[in-house]
């Protein structure tokens, strides 16, 4: 293991923190090329490329742990690169070969080991996988070469004084995805369309909107860019629908609150329901868990209250559980870390 970057590891934030290298591949004349290593966080591009323009772009987000024994832990890269190569097919982009995805996960914490945020800080390495449209068109259409990158960022602990439960709201007068749209791809097109929403819900002080389906506005969709989790009784429920992002921490905590002995359901939600819940969250692989302690409906001056000021204990024993998971403290039953030694 190679000496730790220079960094405050214990006050690092979420903002982009360029590492030593990043990992590429180009696609053209239908294969892709060898991955490439490049220490340069610039990328040069034709004015034209459809990604600019016509937001032909996908991309991933997961994490590298420092583990309690020392050992790099990646949290399910094997799912990441299946969703990642099913963005990529939704919006006609080539997949990369899950050996190139997994190859370049290897290569670039090797290679950026001193930015790995060490054990017990509650930080970690962020991988962001992208593939984007390369070729220029005046007319809508989509590229034919392409370039993926996977780069690197370490970032802080996501809740440093204490896991703070928000305020959400819900607000019908904007749709996050809509049917057989791209809602169920993450892709860049789906954030720019929530930008507007996020910031006037931002603006009245909420953490975030959150979506109702786009059809009857009757059922909980996300929470932004994270999923939607509730928890009554001994039941953790979360939302069906074909145009939610099928979050890898949502199937996780699902997946242990089975483990732990509570009964999952993946079903519709109707908005109503909200009254019953004795917790709600909303989950995604940046805080994990994010407990909401309020919503508000904004359209019918209503209110849904859970907690005060203190995550619910089920949702702290799934979060605690998950990322003792990722830590190597509660051993991985479903093998869902890719171990590294480096
Ligand atoms: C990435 C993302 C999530 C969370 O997915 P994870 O795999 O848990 O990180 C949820 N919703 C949207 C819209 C997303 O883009």
């Not at 000496?3 to 892709?32: S, T």
């Not at 290679?111 to 390369?134: D, H, K």
């Not at 220029?136 to 970032?155: D, G, Q, T, W």
């Not at 975030?208 to 009757?218: M, R, T, V």
Request: include cysteine; charge should be negative.
């Amino acid at each position: 293991m190679v000496a730790k970057a220079d960094i405050d590891w214990q006050n690092l934030g979420f903002d982009y923190m360029p590492c030593n290298y990043n990992i590429r591949a180009y696609y053209k004349d239908g294969k892709w090329s060898a991955l490439e290593l490049s220490s340069d966080n610039q990328i040069n591009l034709p004015m034209g490329a459809a990604c600019l323009h016509y937001g032909q772009g996908a991309f991933e987000g997961l994490k590298a742990f420092e583990g309690v024994d020392g050992l790099i832990r990646v949290f399910r890269a094997e799912d990441h690169c299946k969703r990642f190569q099913s963005s990529c097919r939704g919006i006609a982009m080539p997949e990369l070969p899950s050996t190139l995805f997994l190859e370049a996960i290897e290569e670039v914490i090797r290679l950026n080991q001193s930015f790995i945020p060490p054990y017990g800080t509650g930080a970690s390495l962020y991988l962001r996988p992208m593939m984007i449209g390369l070729t220029p068109n005046v007319v809508v259409a989509p590229a034919s070469e392409f370039m993926f990158i996977l780069y690197a960022s370490p970032v802080g602990a996501y809740f440093k004084t204490g896991i703070k439960p928000c305020k959400m709201a819900i607000l019908r007068t904007y749709d996050r995805a809509a049917p057989l749209g791209t809602g169920a791809y993450k892709v860049g097109g789906n954030y720019a369309a929530g930008f507007s929403a996020d910031k006037l819900t931002k603006e009245k002080g909420y953490a975030s909107p959150i979506y109702l389906d786009a059809k009857e506005k009757q059922y909980i969709e996300e929470c932004g860019a994270a999923n939607f989790f509730a928890i009554k009784d001994k039941t953790y429920l979360t939302p069906q629908s074909s145009t939610i992002l099928p979050s890898i921490t949502n199937n996780s905590l699902m997946q242990i609150a089975e483990d732990l002995g509570l009964k999952v359901e993946q079903r519709p939600i109707h908005v109503d329901e909200l009254a019953n819940f004795d917790e709600v969250g909303a989950c995604g692989t940046g805080a994990v868990i994010t407990p909401i302690a309020q919503i508000d409906d904004l359209d019918n001056a209503c209110s849904f209250n859970y907690s005060e000021d203190k995550i619910g204990t089920i949702s702290l024993n799934l979060y605690r559980h998950l990322q003792g998971i990722q830590y190597g403290e509660i051993e991985d039953e479903h093998q869902w870390n890719r171990i590294y030694s480096l």
